[in-house]
């Protein structure tokens, strides 16, 4: 409460500086804010989500990958895989055109990508190693003779790569065809690839993406876009879209004032949760995703408490879903565990058979009952830090254990040190400990606990993990989600650890734009759909 009233007052500090400096809806005007610097306007170099959200907007690439992962067409209409398995061949709409109105062709795109190969670019093209896979080129990336890689152009509207060895088409369109993009041959061809860096080009790109380069700010840190109305994939109705560093204290501010629609960046739960009580926030629209920011979880001593039945029955006790509500609710999932979140098609379902939330105390109560009959004292050392969101779970989780029968100790004791004692696995310390760790979107995305080759929070010697771990990382198709479903399985049914929620993303824009929840969340692919964006005012 002391944070939230923190973020409260110096919110009403911004709006009351910031008086009536509310943005007007001139011409259809967008502002947008990023929390920090795109570079340049060379789409070579995607060094950052920054410059990748610039670049998407100026130039053309080959697909659109969604949130979801779904691949849909952007400049290919189609794609096809050679039968062995070394020739994807695009078919190319022959409705895109550059900005200057000449049509993009195929001969476009492949004197774009043998431009990437050139070992001029090699400094200027940060992931020039990825074209490394072509054939025509080295290990570098670089071609071995003049204009060897292997890009060709049948005709005006199909473009084929060939690679040197059986290309994953799907992980090509997904994690890598971002770096492609198409540039003006008849413009640039006559250019000296030596000084490309310097090329005036890029003072004022001509591109053919669904935004028309109109102004850079003299200190960069603002870029004016027009939409291009010739641009073949939507019917926007915005006119112009200003990029704006912000700086990330900023930000809500901002958006409450209007000064910007939107933002990249997800906002802060706490800080998403006071802006809603101040003037502004009737304009805004707080979205919330299923993408996690960190997890909670009970960090069993393995070596202590090495009797499954008791890590089951601490499982049991718990209601998640009271957990999720004592931390502010919608801004948590309950969880009983996260990869279920991160499980794609392409890999494996999270299995039906284990419920997010495990609660029952009736279960828990009778693998306790059983434990004591082995000899367990019924005693649980449950240890949190000394303050903040995590000290006050401890007495919500040790209530609940107390609940079923469980003799609880609570102890609080800075987390630094509470962590180095669940790595020590020391008797009589205490038999778990409430961490909060980071979270990624992977399927086999709590790897670094699940293990005994290192030192870990868990004290596991259980190898049965890794021979898992080792087993998926090595299988494909439908015999990685077989062992995928085992492996959760397993982990379900040992509670090595206890997870009990994840903090899910904010975002935060004007009501202007409609619902652009799912355009900010393809930024993480590299792309943004700025031509499906239409303005109700």
């Known amino acids: 409460m002391k944070k939230l009233l923190s973020l409260l007052l110096a919110f009403a500090l ?3 500086v910031a008086g009536t400096a509310l943005a007007e809806d001139v011409n259809g005007t967008v502002v947008f804010g990023l929390i920090s610097s795109w570079d340049n306007l060379v789409p070579f170099t995607n060094s950052s989500y920054y410059s990748s959200f610039v670049i998407s907007l100026l130039y053309d690439r080959l697909v659109y990958v969604s949130p979801d992962g779904t691949v849909s067409p952007r400049a290919a209409t189609a794609w096809e895989l050679s039968e062995d398995g070394k020739t994807v061949t695009f078919t190319l709409n022959p409705d895109a055109k550059f900005h200057d109105g000449t049509p993009v062709t195929a001969e476009d795109w492949v004197y774009s990508i043998r431009l990437l190969s050139k070992s001029g670019v090699g400094t200027l093209f940060t992931d020039q190693s990825l074209l490394a896979a072509l054939e025509g080129t080295d290990e570098a990336g670089i071609e071995v003779s003049e204009n060897s890689v292997a890009a060709a152009a049948p005709d005006a509207n199909t473009l084929t790569l060939t690679f040197k060895q059986n290309v994953n088409l799907d992980s090509f369109l997904k994690s890598q065809s971002y770096y492609l993009v198409v540039l003006p041959a008849h413009l640039l061809e006559n250019e000296n690839v030596d000084e490309i860096a310097t090329w005036d080009f890029w003072n004022a790109p001509v591109g053919s993406g669904p935004a028309v380069f109109s102004a850079l700010s003299a200190d960069g840190t603002e870029l004016t876009v027009n939409r291009f109305a010739d641009y073949y994939q939507g019917d926007a109705n915005w006119d112009t879209l200003i990029v704006r560093q912000t700086a990330s204290s900023a930000l809500s501010s901002a958006l409450l004032t209007g000064e910007v629609d939107a933002v990249y960046t997800p906002v802060g739960n706490d800080e998403a949760i006071a802006m809603q009580t101040l003037p502004g926030a009737e304009n805004l629209t707080f979205t919330l995703t299923d993408d996690l920011v960190y997890v909670y979880t009970i960090a069993i001593n393995n070596t202590i408490v090495a009797d499954e039945r008791i890590r089951q029955a601490v499982s049991y006790a718990i209601d998640r879903d009271i957990i999720a509500a004592f931390l502010t609710d919608d801004y948590v999932s309950p969880i009983g565990e996260p990869m279920q979140l991160y499980l794609t098609a392409d890999n494996a379902s999270y299995p039906a058979d284990i419920p997010v939330n495990k609660y029952d105390p009736e279960k828990a109560k009778e693998l306790l009952e059983a434990a004591k009959a082995d000899g367990y004292d019924g005693k ?6 000394v303050a903040g969101q995590r000290a006050d779970m401890a007495l919500v989780v040790g209530q609940l254990l107390q ?8 102890v609080t004791i800075d987390a630094a040190t509470m962590m180095a004692d669940l790595r020590a696995a020391q008797d009589g310390i205490y038999d778990g400990g409430i961490i909060v760790y980071g979270i990624a979107a992977d399927p086999l995305v709590r790897n670094d606990i699940y293990t005994t080759a290192s030192v870990t929070v868990l004290a596991l010697k259980d190898q049965t993990y890794e021979d898992y771990q ?13 062992l995928i479903d085992e492996y959760l399985h397993y982990i379900s049914d040992q509670e090595a650890a206890i997870w009990l929620a994840a903090k899910r993303q904010c975002y935060v824009f004007n009501n202007r734009l409609g619902d652009i929840t799912d355009s900010l969340l393809g930024i993480a692919n590299r792309n943004i759909d700025v031509w499906n964006w239409v303005l109700s005012r």
Do not use: M, S, W, Y
């Open 380 to 385: 649980f050392v449950l240890a949190a830090p």
């Open 470 to 482: 080792a087993k998926i990382a090595a299988a494909t198709g439908d015999d990685r989600a077989a």
């Open 403 to 410: 609940n079923v029968g469980f003799e609880v100790e609570l």
């Open 14 to 16: 911004l709006l009351t």
